[in-house]
């Protein structure tokens, strides 16, 4: 679906040294919610630092450790950057709405973010 009410999550994984690696997810938006209320939401879901785990919500990992082996630097946390609407195709590999993915997030919060063993990333 393409639509001006899509909406483009963008985050960054960065490391201890401050390296980054940005990624984002572009989610259909049918129940037309302001960016406002989707930044606010998320924002609540998040650990303070906006911190959360992709994996537990099904969006892409950006890890450097992927290019580079595993350091000191290196940590499990992708950081929220920001929500923007967008025309761009869907690319959401579930396919969810963003209300869904905020549900998701919000889900992940009850449960505690929680990366997987570092032995699940070779």
């Known amino acids: 679906m393409k639509s001006a009410n899509n909406v483009k999550l963008t985050y960054l ?13 572009i989610f259909d938006n049918p129940e037309c919610l302001s960016l406002e209320e989707i930044e606010k939401s998320l924002v609540t879901c ?7 785990v992709a994996s537990q919500v099904d969006i892409p990992e ?3 450790f992927h290019k ?3 350091s000191a630097d290196d940590h499990f946390f ?12 869907v690319t959401d590999s ?13 889900l992940a919060r009850r449960k505690g973010w929680l990366p997987r ?3 699940q990333y070779s």
């Open 117 to 119: 063993p570092l032995s």
């Open 94 to 106: 579930k396919d969810r709405s963003i209300k869904k993915f905020i549900g998701q997030c919000k």
């Open 68 to 70: 580079y082996p595993f």
């Open 13 to 25: 994984y960065r490391d201890a040294s401050n390296y980054k690696a940005w990624g984002e997810v």
């Open 46 to 52: 998040f650990l303070d630092e906006m911190s959360f």
């Open 78 to 89: 992708h950081e929220f950057f920001s929500v923007e609407y967008s025309n761009g195709q």
């Open 62 to 64: 950006i890890f450097l």
